[in-house]
């Protein structure tokens, strides 16, 4: 055997080696804030109706929280949206990339034109309503054939309530 090939066997059976989960990072834990909410607001920003629509259920159907139709009545705001709490990609007029983040446009100094965005996904943030700071954020790739097409928000709602029992 070749001492190259044998190189290739040895990394890819050590590589094996390691346990899949010391590659997991560990989840957060869940703000008191949180635990100690009663009223909840339901903000659907995804675009798509049935997506929030099936969150929306899915939050009815837990029970947790009461849920409200005045921001200024709840305790948490539920945040249901299409991109991430921060950021995004943009590519100007003139072909220059940049990234947004927290409202402002940032240049690449170098125009980077090969970078796609991420696979599509769904991102639930819970924020203190009464701080406006954001207390949690999750996000769950959005639908497929197996897990079904307007699934991502409702399936948001389900993780928190998993996080919640921890």
């Excluded at 929280?65 to 991430?84: G, R």
């Excluded at 406006?132 to 079904?148: E, F, P």
Aim: net charge positive.
């Amino acid at each position: 055997m070749r001492p190259s090939v044998a190189f290739f066997f040895l990394v890819i059976s050590s590589a094996s080696a390691f346990p899949i989960g010391a590659q997991m990072h560990p989840a957060a834990k869940i703000s008191p804030k949180i635990h100690a909410a009663k009223t909840v607001f339901f903000d659907d920003q995804t675009g798509v109706p049935a997506v929030g629509k099936d969150a929306l259920a899915q939050l009815k159907k837990w029970g947790r929280f009461q849920i409200v139709t005045d921001k200024s009545q709840a305790d948490l705001i539920l945040l249901l949206s299409a991109s991430p709490p921060k950021g995004g990609h943009v590519i100007y007029s003139g072909g220059q990339t940049g990234t947004i983040d927290s409202g402002q446009i940032h240049e690449d100094p170098v125009p980077n034109y090969l970078s796609s965005g991420p696979a599509r996904a769904a991102y639930l943030t819970v924020v203190d309503a009464k701080t406006g700071k954001s207390l949690c954020t999750d996000s769950h790739q959005w639908g497929g054939v197996l897990t079904g097409r307007n699934s991502a928000g409702a399936r948001l709602i389900s993780q928190l309530k998993r996080e919640m029992k921890k």
